[in-house]
């Protein structure tokens, strides 16, 4: 792996990121695809979408299909037909989120399969070696991801207890063509981040991730702490925000000098009908979108708004189309992906902090406060024209 930054603007980065299977141009949003797929999205989709990389998942893979079958496909490249990078998350949040019967110590983590029932142990180790078997770009380390209720001493041990799998994540590492990145876990406290940052910088690992951050209403208690956790890594490694978020906080958290980027929010919100745009957000089951001839957004050049209006798209999703979900999975990854294009673009104009200051001022970064307030400006918008 080869990291080079090709300029700043103020904190915020663009950087270039050579791997086995392909290039990647910072800030970058990574699709989350959990199963080893985009949900409601083919490879060739994905592709047109201009996805550089993107996300699997470890604890959902190694339960199923499971490591002998990924194996004998060749790896996760083969087995899925994505031949652009991927990076796999190590499982550690999936097993405090979704696995019972959890038991933890320093050796690792035994949990109860949420699919079968039966027993298995994630050790630093055993997490390495999968992900090395899958034949990834960027691996993440087992971590030990506290709920955010968790209070200080329990942070503290999860930091320990992080740190130590790290190291024993590291000494695992066989296959160098899979860069191993550790993860600064300390949930709000800024002391405890900058003790688990400088742990793991003195590990010299390839790249440092962001973990432990939630998304929603505790993001503006978080926003200071990323920051001040995104001024301890090192300027020449690659910085991962890790599941954040809406909108408005990716361009925040490129204002604070992280370059990527992963979260569920673009394909989830889409297979809800709800879709993101330079409105902020648009949800196609309202009425009032029952004759609007005009694409999700005409400002949008994705494949789904350059070839179908709201009225298709609300009739296919109150139909039960599979193709609604299909079509504006599409748009909602487009506008990601597009945001962080145009971020890249102003970042080398050195213009970042006037595209930031407009971004936040606009109805496009208020998409978490539409969202909670179920506001439609689309909607207002439509009505206005009728
Ligand atoms: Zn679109």
């Not at 899958?134 to 503290?156: F, H, K, S, W, Y």
């Not at 992080?162 to 876990?185: C, N």
């Not at 361009?251 to 370059?259: E, K, S, T, W, Y």
């Not at 009739?315 to 597009?338: K, P, Q, R, W």
């Amino acid at each position: 792996m080869r990291f080079s930054l090709d300029d700043t603007d103020g904190r915020a980065r663009a950087a270039t990121l050579e791997l086995p299977h392909g290039t990647l141009t910072t800030p970058v949003f990574m699709p989350v695809g959990t199963q080893g797929t985009v949900k409601a999205m083919t490879t060739a989709l994905l592709e047109d979408t201009g996805a550089q990389i993107i996300l699997g998942n470890t604890y959902h893979l190694f339960l199923r299909p499971g490591a002998d079958i990924i194996a004998r496909a060749g790896g996760l490249h083969r087995f899925s037909a994505w031949q652009r990078p991927i990076l796999t998350d190590s499982g550690g949040y999936q097993v405090y989120s979704l696995a019972k019967l959890r038991t933890l110590n320093d050796s690792g983590v035994t949990f109860q399969s949420h699919i079968d029932g039966s027993m298995v142990e994630f050790t630093p180790e055993k997490v390495v070696a999968f992900q090395e078997l899958l034949g990834v770009d960027i691996m993440m380390q087992l971590d030990e991801c506290p709920p955010t209720t968790a209070n200080r001493d329990q942070i503290t041990a999860a930091v320990q207890r992080s740190l130590l799998w790290a190291e024993r994540s590291r000494e695992a590492w066989q296959r160098r063509e899979s860069a191993l990145f550790g993860i600064v876990q300390g949930g709000l406290h800024e002391d405890l981040r900058a003790a688990s940052a400088a742990g793991l910088i003195a590990l010299d690992l390839p790249g440092y991730a962001l973990g432990g951050f939630s998304v929603g209403e505790d993001m503006q208690h978080s926003y200071p702490a990323i920051a001040a956790s995104a001024a301890l890594l090192p300027p020449d490694k690659p910085r991962y925000l890790m599941g954040i978020g809406f909108p408005e906080d990716i361009v925040r958290a490129v204002g604070f000098g992280l370059d990527m980027f992963d979260c569920v929010l673009p394909t989830r919100c889409a297979r809800n009908g709800l879709c993101f745009y330079s409105e902020g957000r648009l949800r196609i089951k309202n009425a009032c979108y029952r004759d609007d001839m005009r694409p999700i957004d005409p400002q949008c050049a994705c494949y789904a708004c350059r070839t179908v209006s709201r009225a298709y798209l609300r009739h296919l999703f109150l139909a039960d189309e599979i193709s609604a979900l299909v079509l504006m999975t599409i748009h909602n990854l487009h506008y990601y992906l597009e945001l962080c294009r145009c971020m890249r673009a102003a970042i080398m104009a050195g213009r970042f902090r006037e595209f930031q200051d407009s971004f936040l001022a606009s109805p496009a970064g208020h998409a978490h406060d539409a969202a909670a307030t179920d506001n439609d400006p689309g909607c207002a918008q439509a009505h206005k024209q009728t």
